[in-house]
């Protein structure tokens, strides 16, 4: 059985980092593109980040210079190291991977549950 685990999450100020991970378990992700999405209160769920098995990574321009994507595929974990953050930045982060690279929902095959990710002002 496939399984995607969030953790990491948690209260950070602004300009504060947090760095989270994404456990991948039941067959190998090595691969596999794996990403970042969130969604916000009352918004729709939007692409953060994504990198694909050849390690190139691709960003959303909100967060491109201050997150930066990384994976670990001896392990099949990703990880999303989120630094400058800001209170726009507060959402429920989901990791997501799949055989193709997407900076959309659709296509995606696996999600984690999810992590919330609070910035302070």
């Known amino acids: 059985q496939v399984q995607l685990v969030e953790s990491g999450g948690g209260l950070a100020q602004a300009g504060g980092s947090l760095r989270l991970s994404c456990a991948a378990s039941?067959?190998?992700?090595?691969?596999?593109?794996m990403g970042w999405f969130r969604q916000a209160p009352g918004k729709e769920r939007e692409f953060v980040a994504a990198i694909g098995w050849i390690h190139v990574p691709y960003y959303a321009d909100s967060v491109k210079g201050r997150f930066t994507i990384s994976r670990d595929n001896a392990n099949n974990t990703q990880f999303l190291q989120m630094d400058s953050l800001k209170p726009e930045d507060t959402a429920v982060y989901y990791c997501a991977a799949g055989p193709y690279l997407r900076t959309y929902e659709g296509g995606w095959d696996y999600w984690g549950q999810g992590t919330q990710v609070t910035v302070s002002s």
């Open positions: 039941g067959r190998p992700f090595s691969r596999d593109a």
